[in-house]
Structure formats: structure tokens, C-alpha cells
């Protein structure tokens, strides 16, 4: 099966840049999708297909994928990006398949 | 806009069958636009695929939960369900139903989830 391997955790300052990463197998030849969650909440999409936005999210948002790894950038950090991360793609043995998710703190 | 609302137990025994469903309103589930999709989240973990139902009937399965699992729609109710069977502690989670505009798409928009219990 596939397997999308994430952070448990990622750190950063008020205004600094956050990298959260989404490993997998040749994961550049898939689309790679990244959803936030908050607390009680449902996720709800930021990035599709490697580094599109969905209309309302904001530019300081954006995807890439290379390689093994897909990473989500959030850039000039703000308290109300603090929430869960998770990445997914498509794969054909197993399905749709979602990383392990990242928590994303905001000091 | 798709809106999607799940509603069933909250407490299923284990051993027992979990049945779940998912009203959708702004869309017909037999119009063709969506794959009718159930997600999974065990509390304090990531997110599972379960499935999908596309086009009245034409079904798609989590590999690890194909023995246990149906998935249909209601064509006279406008809604789909999910049926989960010999469930166990480890099927305890927020259940979400939600919409994908094919099977190799993202997820979107999603309903707001349902805690299901099943004691150990």
C-alpha cells in the first residue's frame, strides 16, 4: 500500500515562513492535495493538485511537489493558521490515501 | 453549493453494525456531478478514506475495510449511506461524509462529521 509519511509537529514564529512536507514514493508523479483542520471542525481544501488554490485561500498559501516530497508553504505565519495539516493523493492499488497529519503551532 | 449533513448513532456495540447517512441538499445523488464519499478520523489521528458511491451505484472501497463495508445511495431520499459491520473499539471516530468530482480528485465540500463510539 501507499504511504504518505508527515511531521507529527511543526513550530514557527508570528510573520516567519512555515514547511510542512508530505513524503511518498515517486510522490511527484501524483496530485498532491493539502486540507487545514481546526479544532472540532472539518477540514476544509487550501491546495489542490500540487499548487492550486482554491478561491478564498490566500496567496501567503502555496504547494509544491518534487521528487518524494510535496511540501506546503505558509508564508508571513499568523496565529489563525495554528491547526492540522494533511496531505492526500490518489493511488491506484490503494485508493485515496492521506498522510498522518502535522500540527502546526504558531509561537 | 453541495451541503452535506451526517446523522446515526453515536454509541454502536461492538460486534455490531455501524450505520451512518449523509443528506445532501444544492445537488441531486443521482445526478452524476460527484463521487459520494466517507472519510474516518480516530480521535487524535489522521484521516482514512472509506469509500465512495458514483452514479447510483458503482462503488469504490478502502482495501482494509472492503469485507465490512457497504455503500449506497437513496435516490427517493436524496442521500447515501454508509454500513460498517463487526465493528470494534478501533471503527471509534468522527465519520465525515463528503463530495469528490472524480475518483482521483480532492474532497470537497465536506459535511461536519459525526463522533461514532464503540466501546472496548
Known amino acids: 500500500s501507499y504511504v504518505l509519511t508527515q511531521p507529527p509537529s511543526v513550530s514557527v514564529a508570528p510573520g516567519k515562513t512555515a514547511r510542512i512536507t508530505c513524503g511518498g514514493n515517486n510522490i511527484r508523479s501524483k496530485n498532491v492535495h493539502w486540507y487545514q483542520q481546526k479544532p472540532g471542525q472539518a477540514p476544509v481544501l487550501v491546495i489542490n493538485?500540487?499548487?492550486e488554490r482554491p478561491s478564498g485561500i490566500p496567496e501567503r498559501i502555496s504547494g509544491s511537489n518534487s521528487g518524494n516530497t510535496a511540501t506546503l508553504t505558509i508564508d508571513r505565519v499568523e496565529a489563525g493558521d495554528e491547526a492540522d495539516y494533511h496531505c492526500?493523493?490518489?493511488?491506484?492499488?490503494?485508493?485515496?490515501?492521506f498522510g498522518g497529519g502535522t500540527k502546526l503551532t504558531v509561537l | 453549493q453541495v451541503h452535506l449533513q451526517e446523522s446515526g448513532p453515536g454509541l454502536v456495540k461492538p460486534s455490531g453494525t455501524l450505520t451512518l447517512t449523509c443528506s445532501v441538499s444544492?445537488?441531486?445523488?443521482?445526478?452524476?456531478?460527484?463521487?459520494w464519499s466517507w472519510i474516518r478520523q480516530p480521535p487524535g489521528k489522521g484521516l482514512e478514506w472509506i469509500g465512495y458511491?458514483?452514479?447510483?451505484?458503482?462503488?469504490n472501497y478502502n482495501p482494509s475495510l472492503t469485507s465490512r463495508l457497504t455503500i449506497s445511495v437513496d435516490t427517493s431520499n436524496n442521500l447515501f449511506s454508509l454500513r460498517l459491520s463487526s465493528v470494534t473499539a478501533a471503527d471509534t471516530g468522527v465519520y465525515y461524509c463528503a463530495t469528490a468530482y472524480s475518483s482521483l480528485s480532492w474532497f470537497g465540500p465536506w459535511g461536519q462529521g459525526i463522533l461514532v463510539t464503540v466501546p472496548s
Open positions: 444544492g445537488d441531486s445523488v443521482s445526478s452524476g456531478r460527484y463521487y
Open positions: 492526500q493523493v490518489w493511488d491506484g492499488s490503494s485508493g485515496q490515501v
Open positions: 458511491v458514483y452514479d447510483s451505484g458503482i462503488t
Open positions: 493538485d500540487d499548487s
